[in-house]
Protein backbone atom coordinates (compact mmCIF):
# COMPACT_ATOMS: atom_id res chain seq x y z
CA UNK A 1 0.00 0.00 0.00
CA UNK A 2 1.18 3.49 -0.60
CA UNK A 3 2.37 5.55 2.59
CA UNK A 4 4.20 8.51 3.75
CA UNK A 5 6.31 8.19 7.17
CA UNK A 6 7.69 10.81 9.13
CA UNK A 7 9.70 9.41 11.89
CA UNK A 8 9.81 12.07 14.49
CA UNK A 9 6.28 13.24 15.79
CA UNK A 10 8.06 15.95 17.61
CA UNK A 11 11.42 18.22 17.71
CA UNK A 12 13.41 20.82 19.33
CA UNK A 13 15.77 22.81 18.30
CA UNK A 14 17.22 26.20 19.09
CA UNK A 15 17.35 29.60 17.28
CA UNK A 16 19.68 29.69 14.65
CA UNK A 17 20.45 25.77 14.32
CA UNK A 18 20.34 23.74 11.06
CA UNK A 19 17.14 21.47 11.03
CA UNK A 20 16.61 18.27 9.26
CA UNK A 21 12.77 16.79 9.35
CA UNK A 22 13.15 13.63 7.99
CA UNK A 23 9.91 11.68 5.20
CA UNK A 24 9.97 8.43 3.44
CA UNK A 25 8.00 6.89 1.38
CA UNK A 26 6.54 3.89 -0.15
CA UNK A 27 5.23 3.80 -3.56
CA UNK A 28 4.94 1.52 -6.59
CA UNK A 29 6.85 4.44 -8.87
CA UNK A 30 8.44 7.59 -7.61
CA UNK A 31 5.82 9.71 -6.14
CA UNK A 32 5.10 13.73 -6.66
CA UNK A 33 6.35 14.93 -3.23
CA UNK A 34 5.21 17.79 -1.13
CA UNK A 35 6.35 19.67 2.16
CA UNK A 36 3.45 21.24 3.98
CA UNK A 37 3.50 23.49 7.51
CA UNK A 38 0.13 24.18 9.45
CA UNK A 39 0.63 26.58 12.47
CA UNK A 40 -2.20 26.11 15.02
CA UNK A 41 -5.89 26.42 14.26
CA UNK A 42 -4.60 26.95 10.35
CA UNK A 43 -4.90 25.23 7.29
CA UNK A 44 -1.81 24.00 5.08
CA UNK A 45 0.55 25.90 3.15
CA UNK A 46 3.08 24.71 0.91
CA UNK A 47 6.71 24.79 1.57
CA UNK A 48 7.74 22.91 -1.95
CA UNK A 49 7.45 20.35 -4.18
CA UNK A 50 9.14 17.65 -6.33
CA UNK A 51 8.10 16.81 -9.31
CA UNK A 52 11.39 15.54 -11.74
CA UNK A 53 14.33 16.58 -12.47
CA UNK A 54 17.00 18.68 -10.05
CA UNK A 55 16.98 16.43 -6.91
CA UNK A 56 17.43 19.38 -4.34
CA UNK A 57 14.60 21.66 -3.99
CA UNK A 58 14.23 25.41 -3.26
CA UNK A 59 11.06 26.09 -1.49
CA UNK A 60 9.81 29.44 0.65
CA UNK A 61 11.12 31.02 3.89
CA UNK A 62 14.55 29.59 3.26
CA UNK A 63 13.30 25.87 3.56
CA UNK A 64 15.11 23.23 0.91
CA UNK A 65 14.61 19.42 0.67
CA UNK A 66 16.50 16.64 -1.02
CA UNK A 67 14.97 13.99 -3.22
CA UNK A 68 16.82 10.29 -2.86
CA UNK A 69 15.48 7.88 -4.58
CA UNK A 70 17.53 5.04 -3.56
CA UNK A 71 16.33 5.93 0.36
CA UNK A 72 12.94 6.42 -1.15
CA UNK A 73 13.59 10.01 1.17
CA UNK A 74 12.53 13.33 1.06
CA UNK A 75 14.05 15.61 3.50
CA UNK A 76 13.67 18.63 4.32
CA UNK A 77 15.80 21.12 6.00
CA UNK A 78 16.68 24.67 6.83
CA UNK A 79 20.50 26.15 7.96
CA UNK A 80 19.43 28.23 10.33
CA UNK A 81 15.83 28.14 12.20
CA UNK A 82 13.36 30.88 13.33
CA UNK A 83 11.36 31.35 16.17
CA UNK A 84 8.77 31.47 13.71
CA UNK A 85 9.45 28.54 12.20
CA UNK A 86 7.54 26.68 15.04
CA UNK A 87 4.75 25.02 13.73
CA UNK A 88 3.75 21.08 12.41
CA UNK A 89 4.87 19.84 8.93
CA UNK A 90 3.93 17.30 6.57
CA UNK A 91 5.29 15.26 4.12
CA UNK A 92 2.91 14.55 1.59
CA UNK A 93 2.74 12.19 -1.79
CA UNK A 94 0.64 11.83 -4.54
CA UNK A 95 0.62 10.19 -7.71
CA UNK A 96 -1.96 8.80 -11.34
CA UNK A 97 -4.75 11.21 -12.39
CA UNK A 98 -6.51 11.22 -8.71
CA UNK A 99 -4.10 13.54 -7.46
CA UNK A 100 -5.19 12.16 -3.84
CA UNK A 101 -2.67 13.58 -1.28
CA UNK A 102 -1.27 11.04 1.22
CA UNK A 103 0.29 12.57 4.38
CA UNK A 104 2.64 11.32 7.25
CA UNK A 105 1.31 11.80 10.17
CA UNK A 106 3.48 14.66 10.50
CA UNK A 107 6.65 16.35 12.70
CA UNK A 108 5.81 19.16 15.22
CA UNK A 109 8.76 21.70 15.55
CA UNK A 110 9.43 23.50 18.49
CA UNK A 111 12.11 26.16 18.44
CA UNK A 112 14.00 27.31 21.64
CA UNK A 113 15.42 30.62 22.52
CA UNK B 1 -7.26 37.05 -5.58
CA UNK B 2 -7.27 33.04 -6.42
CA UNK B 3 -7.94 31.40 -3.04
CA UNK B 4 -10.22 28.67 -1.73
CA UNK B 5 -12.42 29.66 1.29
CA UNK B 6 -13.76 27.77 4.02
CA UNK B 7 -16.65 29.05 6.71
CA UNK B 8 -17.22 28.62 9.25
CA UNK B 9 -13.37 28.74 11.14
CA UNK B 10 -14.99 27.38 14.09
CA UNK B 11 -18.56 25.71 14.91
CA UNK B 12 -19.82 24.09 18.40
CA UNK B 13 -22.98 22.64 18.10
CA UNK B 14 -25.23 20.30 19.93
CA UNK B 15 -25.68 16.43 19.25
CA UNK B 16 -28.42 15.33 16.66
CA UNK B 17 -28.10 18.80 15.12
CA UNK B 18 -27.84 19.13 10.92
CA UNK B 19 -24.85 20.71 9.84
CA UNK B 20 -22.71 21.93 6.73
CA UNK B 21 -19.33 22.96 5.67
CA UNK B 22 -18.82 25.25 3.20
CA UNK B 23 -16.00 25.10 0.51
CA UNK B 24 -15.68 27.35 -2.03
CA UNK B 25 -12.25 28.40 -4.56
CA UNK B 26 -11.90 30.94 -7.05
CA UNK B 27 -9.23 29.15 -8.80
CA UNK B 28 -11.46 27.13 -11.58
CA UNK B 29 -10.23 23.59 -10.27
CA UNK B 30 -12.02 20.67 -11.27
CA UNK B 31 -10.55 18.46 -8.46
CA UNK B 32 -11.59 19.10 -4.48
CA UNK B 33 -10.85 17.16 -1.38
CA UNK B 34 -11.93 17.09 1.84
CA UNK B 35 -9.50 16.20 4.70
CA UNK B 36 -10.10 15.02 8.51
CA UNK B 37 -7.30 15.79 11.04
CA UNK B 38 -7.96 14.81 14.60
CA UNK B 39 -5.63 16.84 16.99
CA UNK B 40 -1.58 16.13 16.53
CA UNK B 41 -2.94 13.83 13.79
CA UNK B 42 -2.65 13.05 10.24
CA UNK B 43 -4.98 14.07 7.70
CA UNK B 44 -7.66 11.69 6.36
CA UNK B 45 -8.88 11.80 2.93
CA UNK B 46 -12.63 11.35 3.50
CA UNK B 47 -14.30 12.32 0.19
CA UNK B 48 -13.06 14.19 -3.02
CA UNK B 49 -14.87 15.12 -6.61
CA UNK B 50 -13.26 14.95 -9.92
CA UNK B 51 -15.76 17.97 -11.00
CA UNK B 52 -19.25 18.52 -11.20
CA UNK B 53 -21.46 15.78 -9.92
CA UNK B 54 -18.83 13.93 -9.50
CA UNK B 55 -18.05 12.63 -5.64
CA UNK B 56 -16.24 9.68 -4.57
CA UNK B 57 -15.49 8.55 -0.77
CA UNK B 58 -11.83 8.91 0.62
CA UNK B 59 -9.68 6.30 2.58
CA UNK B 60 -11.33 7.12 5.99
CA UNK B 61 -15.27 5.84 6.26
CA UNK B 62 -17.39 8.94 7.17
CA UNK B 63 -20.58 9.92 7.81
CA UNK B 64 -20.68 12.97 5.99
CA UNK B 65 -21.82 13.20 2.59
CA UNK B 66 -20.86 16.22 0.07
CA UNK B 67 -22.37 17.70 -2.84
CA UNK B 68 -20.44 18.99 -6.63
CA UNK B 69 -23.31 20.88 -8.21
CA UNK B 70 -20.94 24.00 -9.34
CA UNK B 71 -17.32 23.62 -9.82
CA UNK B 72 -16.28 25.99 -7.44
CA UNK B 73 -18.44 24.93 -4.53
CA UNK B 74 -18.20 21.73 -2.52
CA UNK B 75 -20.12 21.37 0.67
CA UNK B 76 -19.88 19.02 3.01
CA UNK B 77 -22.87 17.72 5.46
CA UNK B 78 -23.26 15.85 8.51
CA UNK B 79 -26.96 15.00 9.08
CA UNK B 80 -27.01 14.61 12.61
CA UNK B 81 -23.77 15.46 14.59
CA UNK B 82 -22.18 13.28 17.31
CA UNK B 83 -19.45 13.83 19.65
CA UNK B 84 -17.28 11.54 17.23
CA UNK B 85 -17.40 14.26 14.57
CA UNK B 86 -15.37 16.49 16.56
CA UNK B 87 -12.38 17.05 14.36
CA UNK B 88 -10.77 19.80 12.35
CA UNK B 89 -12.19 19.23 8.64
CA UNK B 90 -10.06 20.90 5.58
CA UNK B 91 -10.94 21.52 1.83
CA UNK B 92 -8.50 21.44 -0.69
CA UNK B 93 -8.52 22.01 -4.40
CA UNK B 94 -6.00 20.94 -7.38
CA UNK B 95 -5.60 21.33 -11.15
CA UNK B 96 -2.65 18.77 -10.96
CA UNK B 97 -0.64 16.89 -8.17
CA UNK B 98 -0.30 20.04 -5.86
CA UNK B 99 -2.89 20.92 -3.35
CA UNK B 100 -4.19 24.08 -1.70
CA UNK B 101 -5.69 23.81 0.99
CA UNK B 102 -8.23 26.19 3.06
CA UNK B 103 -8.21 27.46 6.75
CA UNK B 104 -10.51 24.82 7.84
CA UNK B 105 -13.57 24.12 9.64
CA UNK B 106 -12.69 23.40 13.62
CA UNK B 107 -16.05 21.51 14.40
CA UNK B 108 -17.22 20.66 18.02
CA UNK B 109 -20.27 18.69 19.06
CA UNK B 110 -20.96 18.76 22.31
Known amino acids: AQSVTQPDIHITVSEGASLELRCNYSYGATPYLFWYVQSPGQGLQLLLKYFSGDTLVQGIKGFEAEFKRSQSSFNLRKPSVHWSDAAEYFC???????????FGTGTLLAVQP | EADIYQTPRYLVIGTGKKITLECSQTMGHDKMYWYQQDPGMELHLIHY???????EKGDLSSESTVSRIRTEHFPLTLESARPSHTSQYLC?????????FGQGTRLTVV
Open chain 2, 92 to 100: ASSAGPEGF
Open chain 2, 49 to 55: SYGVNST
Open chain 1, 92 to 102: AASSGATNKLI
